[in-house]
């Protein structure tokens, strides 16, 4: 590992950091880049410490590549970039923490400089460790001396419970754990590194803005020019740069990371991944979606009110899930209330044996009354509306989706008129920009503020270039290619969304053969696909049996 500088030396801690016995010996590596040679197995791929600084033939810095490290069994760590890595013999100092009263409690505070995270928890006895990410946490050792620190929070795309309880927690963990006094709030997104005014951040700026909902610093999405914020990084003296955003977002860091690396300055670049889909993958869930099935759950309820004070009653729910339906599918789990949930993942038609009407009329014979809760990206393929503008996108790359709440609701109404053999009466609740615009619950303000802790343990360690989340229930550091090359959906073969099909005994709409022979056809493992890996009580973590 690096060694101390001679201008700083660790002091004595005041309570035990770690106890090295219980530490794992895996290939351990200094801070310097690894470039994967590519083969045709990649836990045993060969990795050169070539200088990520290099030139190519061309002039031109080399891109970089991941940090790949291997070990016994198969064991593969996907390294985050280090700020080490493109700038030589930078100074450590003793990590403040030691010496602050509030964790002089602590038995064992600093984490193993070896701790990882296992991406898949779930393993026979002679299947391979696999791929595992760098566990979060304080260091030992940081790169930044407190009062040098000079932080700033963005905040980009659409809008999500928690938001200000994430820079709440940034500016407050800067403050209390670190002794950090400047920190700055970009406005306005990515462009208001640019084109808007910063705001001073202090605890007592921010103490109570974790009771509204939205963002204090505002957003926007997409219109970023990458040379623009990092002259506007470098001529302001940040060195510290926290993220939050969604998946377009992360992606725009990465970049914004990258140029920050060529022009070798010493700046940290980390991500707080936020989308109220849940659509980011590796991580177990992202802040804020548990206070959208929260408050889904008063739609949905006003539905079945409005539905079963009548006869023939329908109730039309649509909640948010451009392409993924995780939203409406727990919030449909969570009433018990839903005769139906239509989401992106699963298809669906109207008419004919097994359709959607088909089911309608049963379920109103049935019951009387029914409701339906329906994902805004579910059923786009169906609006014939929607052809010429399938190619349109928003700012941040988002396809402009028609409104299926209102389309399907017309076509439910226009179906039963058409009969004359059954009146019905139905109600359309469409609570998407209110279940956003919230502030966060309980449950997503604790989790906020571990988000906000680990990104900072993170950067003051000297990591860069990674995003902050739970894997398996434990707080990692992630490459942000990991959460920017696909978005995590909904697996209609696993057990969540066949436990969803038995709560409200609708039909999948489907035959099972066909998809998973559609499945075999992907990229993706079908061992992953089907053994119910990426379903259990917490969205998208791995399923313990």
């Known amino acids: 590992m690096d060694t101390i500088s001679s201008s700083a ?221 990092v002259d506007s990084i470098q001529d302001r003296g940040i060195n510290q740069v926290y993220i939050i955003g969604g998946d377009g977002t992360q992606r725009g860091a990465s970049v914004i990371f990258e140029e920050i690396r060529r022009r070798g300055l010493k700046v940290a670049v980390v991500g707080i991944p936020k989308t109220i889909d849940n659509d980011i993958p590796v991580i177990d869930k992202s802040f804020g979606f548990d206070t959208a099935v929260e408050e889904a759950q008063r739609a949905i309820n006003a539905a079945h009110v409005e539905a079963e004070s009548v006869e023939n009653g329908i109730g039309v729910v649509k909640l948010m899930g451009r392409y993924s339906g995780f939203i409406a599918m727990y919030a449909t789990l969570a009433s018990r209330d839903v005769d139906c949930c239509l989401i992106p993942e699963s298809p669906f038609y109207l008419e004919g044996p097994g359709g959607l009407f088909e089911f309608i009329r049963k379920r109103l014979k049935e019951h009387g009354h029914m409701v339906i809760v329906i994902a805004e990206g579910a059923g786009q393929e169906l609006l014939c509306e929607s052809i010429r503008a399938m190619d349109q996108k928003d700012a941040s790359g988002n396809k402009l989706l028609q409104d299926v709440g209102l389309w399907i609701s017309q076509k439910i109404k226009d179906h039963f008129a058409s009969q004359q053999k059954m009146n019905i009466t139905l109600k359309y609740i469409d609570p998407t920009y209110m279940i956003r615009a919230i502030p966060s619950n309980a449950s997503d303000n604790v989790y906020c503020t571990l988000l906000a802790h680990s990104a900072i343990h993170g950067a003051m360690a000297g990591y860069t270039g990674f995003t902050v989340g739970p894997v398996n229930g434990r707080h990692a550091y992630i490459p942000f290619h990991q959460v920017t090359e696909r978005q995590n959906k909904v697996v209609i073969t696993d057990r969540m969304w066949a436990r969803l099909l038995s709560s409200t005994n609708q039909p999948s709409f489907v035959d099972p053969k066909q998809v998973i022979k559609d499945i075999n056809a992907d990229e993706e493992p079908q061992s992953e696909l089907l053994d119910g890996d990426n379903c259990i009580d917490t969205p998208t973590t791995k399923e313990r049996v």
């Not at 984490?111 to 026979?124: F, G």
Request: contains cysteine.
């Open 9 to 229: 030396s660790i002091s004595t801690p005041r309570f035990r950091c770690f106890d090295p016995s219980n530490s794992y010996h895996a290939t351990t590596v200094n801070h310097r880049p690894y470039f994967l040679t590519f083969s045709a197995n990649p836990t045993t791929a060969g990795i050169s410490t070539r200088d990520s600084s290099s030139k190519d033939a061309m002039g031109d810095s080399t891109v970089y590549e991941p940090k790949i490290i291997t070990g016994d069994a198969g064991y593969v760590l996907e390294d985050v970039p280090h700020l080490t890595d493109h700038i030589s013999d930078l100074p450590t100092y003793p990590n403040p923490l030691q010496d602050n009263p509030s964790y002089s409690v602590v038995k064992q505070y600093f984490v193993n400089e070896d701790d990882t995270v296992a991406q898949k928890i779930v393993v026979q006895k002679d299947s391979p460790r696999g791929t595992h990410f760098r566990r979060a946490g304080p260091r030992q050792k940081v790169y930044f001396k407190s009062d040098e620190v000079h932080a700033c929070i963005v905040t980009c795309g659409g809008l999500c419970p928690g938001l200000n309880t994430v820079i709440r927690e940034l500016v407050c963990g800067l403050h209390h754990m670190y002794g950090v006094n400047k920190v700055l709030g970009i406005e306005g997104g990515y462009r208001g590194f640019y084109a808007r005014n910063t705001v001073p951040l202090s605890p007592k700026v921010v103490n109570d803005i974790h009771k509204r909902g939205g963002t204090i610093l505002g957003t926007s999405r997409g219109g970023y020019d990458t040379s623009k914020i």
